[in-house]
């Protein structure tokens, strides 16, 4: 079995390279594409686990939404004192852009990417819920694909949910806020992106379009691509992936060459959905994050099925005093960072370094917030001639359009460093294929 499980290993990966089934990483300046490494030790999920993630993820969501909504409209969990005002409007995410601009058929999150990790005792935590532009539903996709084309009995003995249909799910949402039925897009900033494959790969298996921001024009507030001959054919969706900041250079960064001019006056006005939609960052504030539950309660009137990591806000005084007290045991983040960085655990530092960030804490409340430390569950990994076991998180995909999905799959990371929590892929983390029991 393991002699089986090596051999799986090593013809998925020489595959995914020879696909180019890369991540990239820009930093300093420099370019580097890297392999997403794959191990072919899946994890295991049981029907009764699955059934309940499926049904707590579904209310985050829809609450989520509906606090977007809320957000750029009414405001009424602030006004209501749920939420404080300084929370909203101090976030790197909220774009006051956005207020009053209703995204077709009310859906902001269309596609979310939620990190949860499993304790020893069996609770799932979510972690993080990203909303902007959440990466990754590519990967087990095209490693099941090949997998089941180097060893297909792999996947006859086991009853567990076919992956292939998240193209399909894709394609639903797009249709679903497409406007005019006009084209559907996926907008790239290109291959120096780091998740470019995933771009090209889900334009192919959506049969949909992948265009860059010199594919597409505004008229009159209507987006069009650019054909040959000097075709124009009118868009209806268009699935970003390029953050806010650099969708429009004449509303957001004026020296942004990955977007598309006057992209959110047609936006605006309605004639063209944008997935996911603008001002989604907000959510993805990890000061926000603390609230979620609390949001689930006020819009829905219904306790959170998902739990939050124990978190404190040093915005708040008696959890200052707290984080500061037991700063040496907890976890502490910067809310506007991803990818890992920003995350700094009170154990790995000295006396020193704990108090400067203990001073940094003091000066800047709102930039951070802190948590408890989940010891959350190893997974069997092959590493090199021996199987070991290390840290591993789940991002689940929900998708949104006339119903909320759950995608019953999901994106396995896990961290090569024995002595480290951070899975993400730009850390150097690998994957694994997610295995829903159907029984």
Not at 155 to 162: G, R
Not at 266 to 271: C, H, I, L, R
């Amino acid at each position: 079995m393991y002699d089986l499980l090596v051999k799986q290993r090593d013809t998925v990966n020489k595959w995914m390279d020879r696909f180019g089934v890369r991540f990239g990483i820009y930093k300093n300046g420099t370019f580097k594409e890297q392999l997403f490494p794959f191990d072919p030790i899946p994890r295991i999920i049981s029907n009764s686990d699955w059934a309940e993630l499926d049904e707590g993820l579904r209310q985050r969501v829809k609450a989520l939404n509906l606090f977007l909504y809320d957000i750029y409209h009414d405001k009424n969990i602030v006004k209501d004192g749920v939420i404080p005002p300084e929370f909203i409007y101090s976030s790197s995410g909220y774009l006051p852009q956005c207020e009053g601009i209703t995204p077709i058929k009310n859906v902001y999150s269309h596609i979310s990417g939620i990190d949860l990790v499993q304790a020893k005792d069996g609770t799932w935590y979510v972690l993080e819920d990203n909303l902007r532009i959440p990466s990754g539903a590519s990967y087990p996709m095209i490693a099941r694909n090949i997998t089941r084309k180097a060893s297909p009995e792999t996947f006859q003995n086991n009853k567990i949910f076919d992956n292939r249909h998240y193209s399909s799910l894709l394609r639903k949402t797009m249709d679903y806020v497409n406007v005019d039925n006009g084209l559907e897009v996926i907008l790239t900033p290109g291959r120096y992106n780091s998740a470019y494959f995933e771009h090209s790969y889900l334009a192919e298996k959506a049969g949909v379009l992948l265009a860059y921001a010199d594919d597409l024009i505004v008229e009159n507030n209507m987006v069009y691509y650019k054909g040959l001959f000097d075709k124009k054919d009118k868009v209806g969706v268009i699935y970003r992936r390029i953050s806010d900041e650099y969708l429009d250079p004449l509303v957001f960064e004026s020296t942004s060459l990955l977007g598309v001019p006057n992209l959110f006056q047609a936006y605006a006005a309605g004639n063209v959905a944008i997935i996911n939609a603008f001002g989604n960052g907000l959510a993805d504030d990890k000061g926000i994050y603390y609230f979620v539950p609390k949001m689930v309660e006020y819009y829905l009137g219904e306790k959170a099925i998902m739990k939050n990591a124990p978190t404190y806000l040093p915005y708040f005084e008696q959890d200052k005093r707290f984080v500061l007290d037991n700063l040496h045991r907890l976890v502490i983040k910067d809310v506007a960072e991803a990818g890992g960085y920003g995350v700094m655990f009170g154990k790995d530092m000295d006396a020193a370094k704990l108090e400067e960030l203990k001073e940094l804490i003091k000066k800047e409340p709102r930039r951070w917030i802190a948590q408890e430390v989940i010891d959350f569950i190893d997974l069997e990994i092959i590493e090199g001639d021996e199987t070991v076991s290390r840290k591993s998180d789940l991002r689940v995909f929900v998708l949104s359009g006339e119903d909320t999905v759950v995608w019953p799959s999901g994106l396995t990371r896990y961290t090569r460093n024995p002595d480290s929590f951070i899975v993400n892929s730009s850390q150097g983390g690998g994957f694994k294929d997610t295995w829903v029991l159907k029984k």
